[in-house]
């Protein structure tokens, strides 16, 4: 009795750990069962029935398999296969069940084997839990690392996953990757604020979206560059169709809001598409190139291998200036003195400083090509300040070796004199090592004029007043006006190479350069012409009364110590009758 009793109660407990559990239990046994009391001996218990939405009868009838989500069925079925046949003995995997009103469930699911004593195979226990939540936040936390949260467009993690993707398996029909680089978006955070270009970026993501298809994925790869993915290309002619296609959308945009943009264009093929992550860079690369092209709006370029080098080159290039900008003595940097003639005593007047870069790795770098970088990555100032110093040092030596109404004229870019403080850090410098002024040109280009005329007027006024000669460097090229040339605080015109060199090409009367000479004159102004290489253009100088000439025909620029020799000499036309008579014999 005792017994039966323990036995009635192990069936209690068992049965309330059943009813209680807080983990959904299905017990199946006895497949081939036929009768009424062999089918009940399918049980679900109560927590089984609040997860599934439905009651041990309905599940009986209508089985798992139909209210299973039809994306877990396959999986499903075939572990219980596997399971039936004997090949596991269990297995554990997450699926979505779904309920009577429609809605999904998301179950972490156990089946394990239910031995009885006796052989059938069909005996098993199957737990579930419900797991929807975690699942919710699962996906919210995939949503997340897959999109930009601001513009909702599938982020630059995305496309590499996809290119990794086919690279493994690559989809038919050509592809190609297509940035846009709105990099100038920037500026207008700092006049309009944060929210305003936020508001454009997603105004800029509906354009866009609209060309997108199965076969165009948009992605915002980085803050404000977006990039298409095409696959699939059949038509030979459909990359430069689609990049019309984007600029054509986006240019009234930028033309709205005065930014310019760069799109760039990289082909795929079997050799590059391994690598996703040189594509991307290859990609900006392009686009960067693209943003430099500047005659449009949305400019676009397609990627090719040397754009590549030069990139590269022009990140050796700034490293290389962070050195220049920090130290006038850096190795690598020097100057060269390229001496300038009076034609009246057929003397040397002075000099033009210089500025050079050598290293091992880049060669000689000229200045046409590191002055811009200096300029785009704002070192110019420092390193123009040490451009200063060099020159004034040689300035020094030249005066203590005697020659002492030399003057040199240096080059100013216009970012150093457009800054507020340019006429406090020169003449500092002039106090500081004690040079005169008047034996320093400032050189500078017109194109200083275009930020506001009257300011830089003034300031030349003050340096004129200070003592240094001022130049307007390359006449003829900018947006140079003789009309205006009066009113400018100038001392001199520099006639670029360019008119020198017409003079071969036409005749001598319908040459324009005498007459800027003399309108010059009558302003008062001094006249160098530069690039003099033959005798034909310094015939007609001198018959035009040019005051200073400045070119090959003389002398290339040379170093400190060359210029002191061709200063000790100074016999440039004994020199060049000497030369062209030996010619002639
Ligand atoms: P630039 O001021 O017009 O300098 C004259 C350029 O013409 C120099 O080139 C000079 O070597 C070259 N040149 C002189 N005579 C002849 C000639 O007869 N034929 C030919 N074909 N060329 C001649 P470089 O040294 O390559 O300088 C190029 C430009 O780089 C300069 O043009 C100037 O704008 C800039 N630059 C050079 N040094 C400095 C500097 O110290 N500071 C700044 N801001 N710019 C500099
Ligand atoms: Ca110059
Ligand atoms: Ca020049």
């Excluded at 209210?67 to 596997?82: C, F, W």
């Excluded at 459909?238 to 986006?250: D, G, K, P, R």
């Excluded at 093929?269 to 190139?289: C, G």
């Excluded at 970012?415 to 008047?438: A, C, D, H």
Aim: proline share 3%.
């Amino acid at each position: 009795m005792l017994n039966q009793e323990r036995v009635l109660q192990q069936i209690r407990i068992n049965d309330a750990i059943f009813q209680q559990a807080p983990i959904g239990i299905a017990i199946s046994f006895n497949s081939e069962a036929q009768s009424a009391e062999e089918v009940e001996t399918f049980r679900i218990n109560p927590m089984y029935e609040k997860i599934t939405g439905r009651s041990q009868e309905e599940l009986r009838q209508v089985g798992w398999a139909s209210i299973t989500h039809p994306d877990d069925v396959a999986e499903n079925l075939q572990y219980y296969k596997r399971f039936l046949n004997g090949e596991i003995n269990g297995y554990a995997m997450e699926k979505r069940f779904i309920r009577p009103d429609r809605s999904i469930v998301w179950v972490h699911m156990t089946v394990t084997r239910l031995i009885l004593g006796d052989t059938l195979k069909y005996n098993h226990v199957s737990l579930i839990q419900d797991i929807t939540e975690q699942k919710l936040l699962e996906t919210r936390l995939k949503y997340d690392a897959e999109h930009d949260h601001w513009t909702g467009l599938l982020n630059r993690n995305s496309l590499e996953k996809l290119l990794a993707q086919h690279a493994l398996v690559s989809p038919p029909g050509k592809r190609a990757l297509f940035g846009i680089n709105l990099n100038a978006v920037q500026t207008l955070t700092s006049t309009y604020g944060f929210y305003y270009t936020q508001e454009l970026l997603k105004r800029i993501t509906s354009f866009l979206s609209i060309l997108c298809t199965e076969n165009r994925i948009l992605f915002n790869t980085y803050e404000n560059r977006f990039t298409f993915y095409l696959t699939n290309i059949t038509e030979a002619d459909e990359v430069m169709n689609f990049a019309e296609e984007i600029t054509s959308i986006l240019e009234p945009v930028l033309l709205a809001e005065r930014l310019n943009g760069g799109l760039g264009i990289l082909e795929i093929n079997q050799e590059n598409s391994q690598d996703v992550n040189q594509l991307l860079k290859k990609l900006l690369i392009a686009s960067e190139k693209a943003l430099t092209l500047q005659d449009r709006e949305l400019a676009y370029c397609i990627f090719d291998e040397n754009m590549e080098a030069e990139i590269e080159r022009e990140e050796q290039i700034k490293q290389e200036l962070s050195c220049c900008a920090a130290d006038p003595d850096c190795e690598s940097f020097y100057m060269e003195y390229q001496p300038i003639i009076a034609l009246k005593g057929k003397k040397i007047f002075g000099f033009e400083a210089l500025a050079r870069i050598r290293t091992e790795v880049l060669g000689f770098v000229p200045p046409f090509e590191f002055i811009p970088i200096a300029e785009k990555s704002k070192q110019m100032v420092e390193i123009g300040q040490n451009i200063l110093i060099k020159v004034f040092k040689f300035l020094k030596q030249l005066e203590e070796l005697g020659y002492e109404e030399i003057q040199i004229a240096v080059n100013i870019s216009a970012i150093q004199l457009l800054r507020p403080n340019f006429y406090q850090s020169i003449t500092g410098l002039v106090e500081e090592m004690q040079v005169n002024p008047k034996h320093i040109g400032l050189e500078i280009t017109e194109s200083v004029f275009m930020s506001n005329y009257l300011d830089v007027n003034l300031i030349l006024k003050s340096l004129l007043d200070y003592g240094f000669h001022i130049a307007i460097d390359d006449f003829g090229t900018g947006y140079s006006s003789l009309a205006r040339e009066q009113e400018l605080n100038i001392s001199c015109l520099k006639i670029d190479k360019a008119f020198v060199w017409r003079l071969g090409e036409i005749e001598p009367e319908k040459a324009i350069l005498g007459d800027i000479i003399s309108m010059a004159h009558r302003m008062g102004h001094c006249v160098v012409a530069e690039g003099v290489e033959d005798e034909i253009q310094l015939n007609y100088l001198v018959q035009h009364g040019c005051d200073h000439v400045q070119g090959f025909l003389f002398s290339k620029s040379v170093s400190e110590q060359e210029a002191i020799k061709l200063l000790q000499k100074n016999d440039f036309f004994m020199e060049k009758q000497r030369t062209s008579s030996s010619k002639k014999e």
